[in-house]
């Protein structure tokens, strides 16, 4: 399944991007499987998207929690809880 992933603010600065598009391997059904996979990678990612880190997260651009369940061309957005316009 693939999936259009976007970063906003702090988030998008500290990972130096803003979109990107991820095929998930299997087993990676939710937002929050995203968000584990994504914090695996290490270095920056750990250092935005680690549980620790109070975030957002959206899924086809509606506001959800990390159990939300993905389907093939879902967007997954993550950004800090205040955002400036």
Known sequence: M???LRYF???RERLGASE???ELP???TTVG???ALLVARGGAWAD???QERALRMAC???M???EVVLGDGSEVAFFPPVTGG
Do not use: F, I
Request: glycine share 12%; net charge neutral; hydrophobic share 40%.
């Open 64 to 66: 959800c929690g990390p």
């Open 33 to 35: 499987a995203v968000r």
């Open 60 to 62: 086809n651009q509606v």
């Open 48 to 50: 935005a998207l680690g």
């Open 9 to 11: 603010a702090s988030v």
């Open 2 to 4: 693939k999936v259009s």
């Open 26 to 28: 299997e087993g990676v």
């Open 20 to 22: 990107e598009s991820l």
